[in-house]
């Protein structure tokens, strides 16, 4: 049996798993969660990947491994390739007057222009004006930058500093695009946008494509022998999109702590109205995609008030009609990414003596929730991205209740995959396509969602809700 193995450095913890290439089936897992802050010592994650590799039993017999990692969270290294500081993560709301300065140097319309990004908070290219303005001592020791999957691959094929290592960096297409110094139209980086954040140049790693390897496992690391092919990683969102099988006219709303909403594309975009990132994907084409900070973490929210598990909570939300009867929950508790709201907390809005059930408080959460991701799919349509089917993937799914509400705002038919660490499958399918050219055919078992009518009045009750405080309706950006 030939193995492979996939790694997903989420946000929230560090999942591995490992594979039979011919079949896809799992063999063995393991995880290790991160920290919870939002300014992390990237040693963190680096020790996770390794106690999660110790769980999954480590990498003995595995033939090709790929990392996949959160997107956009930078690493610094100075000259030598130590880690010049802690980095902030790309959910961290404190860059958010480092973004306006950028958008206010450049001009946010260029800024799309030249790299198909609305700059936000969470772009890597602003956590480097952050460190610049907040410690320019960092900034100054800073030689080269990279994002977390790079580093960890970087780490994997055996370096750690010493030498010209850092010019041994290398990443993939979907990381590169989600910089904010990358250019979809071109394939290639654009120095100048680096520098213009940072101050000064820095060595950014090289970009291979989706099937070459990065090389091969380095020595003296515990559970995972030398020599096993590495493949280029890619983001988390481009390795859940390979591991779906995703297809032209395919988009996908992920609920994990953030709301994703991504499409395939043959094209880059250029989105204006500041909501839609033009990234690429890990197999040569693009992955159009919205994000929001506001996502399962609403329900957690929720249940907490409300007392009782999710499977509870999700039957209370069924036992109110669409629209809660009026009641209308804002999900911003930390602010909100898109639309641009730093500053928001959430709200509660509508609430009557007649109303203001546990009933219909468990329904306004989901319908809160989903309102936001489904802005965020017209957002993309408005980009001319084909939709034919939405897949539903993610812990923010699960349940009658999340699936009967996105089904209810929705006009394409609705899918759920089977359940599974999409990215960390996502990241073996591309091990498999760094040791034998061609990505692992493993699709996923799919559930079809039964039809119900829209009902457009969770949406409507939601957009007057935002008015109503005086916040941008529909998920554009604050003019």
Request: aromatic share 4%; glycine share 12%; hydrophobic share 45%.
């Amino acid at each position: 049996m030939t193995l492979v193995a996939g790694i997903d450095s989420s946000t929230q913890s560090c999942k591995v798993e490992i594979r039979d290439l011919a079949t896809g089936a799992l063999v063995r897992s393991g995880k290790a969660a991160h920290p919870k802050a939002t300014i992390v010592d990237p040693q963190a994650w680096w020790q996770a990947l390794l106690l999660a590799v110790e769980r999954a039993g480590g990498l003995n017999g595995v033939s090709a491994v790929s990392v996949a990692g959160q997107q956009h969270t930078p690493v610094f290294l100075d000259a030598e390739g130590q880690v010049v500081c802690d980095s902030p993560l790309w959910n961290d709301i404190g860059s958010h007057p480092h973004m306006e300065a950028l958008n206010a140097e450049l001009g946010a319309d260029e800024w799309v222009r030249r790299t198909g990004l609305p700059i936000t908070l969470s772009d890597t290219v602003v956590k480097l004006r952050w460190l610049r303005d907040t410690d320019p001592a960092s900034a100054a020791r800073t030689h080269a930058v990279a994002v977390v999957h790079d580093w960890l691959t970087w780490r994997l094929l055996g370096y750690d500093g010493g030498g010209d290592h850092v010019n041994r960096l290398v990443t993939d297409r979907s990381e590169a695009s989600g910089t904010g110094y990358w250019s979809g139209e071109t394939g290639a980086y654009c120095p100048d946008l680096l520098e213009l954040a940072l101050g000064k140049s820095a060595v950014v790693p090289e970009v291979l494509g989706p099937h070459d390897k990065a090389g091969v496992t380095g020595t003296g690391m515990p559970g995972i022998p030398a020599g096993i092919v590495v493949g280029p990683g890619s983001g988390d969102n481009a390795a859940a999109a390979l591991a779906l099988h995703l297809r032209d006219g395919d988009a996908v709303m992920s609920l994990g702590t953030s709301g994703v909403v991504y499409a395939r594309s043959a094209r880059p975009v250029h989105d204006y109205s500041g909501v839609v990132c033009s990234y690429a994907d890990a197999t040569g084409e693009h992955l159009p995609i919205a994000a929001a900070l506001s996502a399962a973490r609403t329900l957690d929210a929720a249940i907490q008030l409300l007392g009782g598990t999710h499977d509870e909570m999700s039957d209370l939300a069924m036992a109110a009609p669409p629209g809660a009867e009026g009641l209308t929950l804002l999900p911003f508790f930390e602010g909100e990414r898109t639309p641009n709201l730093p500053d928001a907390r959430g709200s509660v809005l509508g609430a009557s003596l007649t109303n203001f059930t546990r009933p219909n408080l468990a329904r306004a959460a989901i319908e809160g929730m989903v309102a936001t991701q489904v802005e965020m799919v017209e957002a993309i349509r408005r980009c001319g991205v084909p939709m034919d089917r939405l897949l539903l993937i993610g812990g923010g799914a699960r349940g009658e209740a999340v699936l009967t509400v996105v089904a209810q705002m929705v006009d394409v038919p609705l899918i759920v995959p089977e359940p599974g660490e999409y990215a960390a499958r996502g990241a073996a399918v591309q091990a498999a396509g760094a040791l034998t050219g061609a990505f692992a055919g493993w699709p996923p078992v799919m559930l079809n969602v039964a039809a119900v009518p829209v009902e457009p009045v969770i949406l409507a009750q939601h957009r007057a809700a935002k008015a109503a405080l005086g916040y941008p309706v529909g998920a554009a950006r604050m003019p």
